[in-house]
């Protein structure tokens, strides 16, 4: 039976990561949990998933908290706070789905979450900003300037989550078991990288 692979992949806005994701475990034949996980969290617990969704991968641990406590006063979120209640429920969604088999995670800490499984492989995909302002401004069909803020907003939310929640720094190639740059060898170009890492890999194991 062939060992247990998770590979996590966190990213830049508009490097591709998600694609890079996507390809990955249409040709591994691995199941891909990005949104997905929202709706995996709201089945698990008792959040709604349009909360876990205003939530997605922001630093809850901000005025956010208070903001959307306003926005849904009816919701009646007993013991912990409700960004502990998130991140909890996010903590457990994550823990599932990497025990329970093969996977391509992106994004949300996971490759944090899933720290001492030994199959995992951490992967952050990053870019030029020359790179990721086209591909923004392709798919999105909006100016290169609103293209740079969104990328400045977005990118900024994910460090924030990501090294509120975590023990490291996001982006820091210490705390990736690689990271690989789209604009320089494309996102096929990432995809073989991971492929012939988990390829070494296995080898090593055997």
Request: proline share 1%; net charge neutral.
């Amino acid at each position: 039976m062939a060992a247990k692979e998770i590979i996590t992949i966190g990213r830049e806005f508009g490097s591709g990561g998600h694609e890079v994701g996507r390809r990955l475990a249409a040709e591994l034949g691995y199941r891909l949990y990005d949104k997905e996980l929202l709706k995996l969290m709201a089945q698990e617990s008792n959040i709604c998933e349009q909360v876990l969704e205003d939530y997605d991968e922001k630093n809850t641990g901000s005025l956010l908290y208070s903001i959307m406590m306003d926005v849904y006063p009816s919701m009646n979120y007993v013991g912990n706070s409700l960004q502990r209640q998130i991140y909890q429920a996010q903590y457990d969604t994550i823990r599932k789905v990497g025990e329970k088999g093969s996977c391509v995670i992106v994004g949300r800490g996971a490759d944090y979450i899933l720290r001492d499984l030994p199959g995992l492989t951490s992967v952050f995909i990053h870019a030029s900003d020359e790179y990721r302002i086209g591909r923004i401004v392709e798919f999105e069909h909006i100016s290169e300037q609103k293209a740079k803020e969104t990328i400045a907003k977005a990118d900024k939310k994910r460090a924030s989550y990501y090294n509120f929640q975590t023990e490291k720094k996001w982006g820091n190639v210490s705390s990736y078991h690689m990271s690989l740059d789209t604009s320089q060898i494309g996102i096929d170009g990432c995809v073989n990288v991971i492929r012939c890492y988990l390829e070494q890999k296995r080898a090593s194991a055997n």
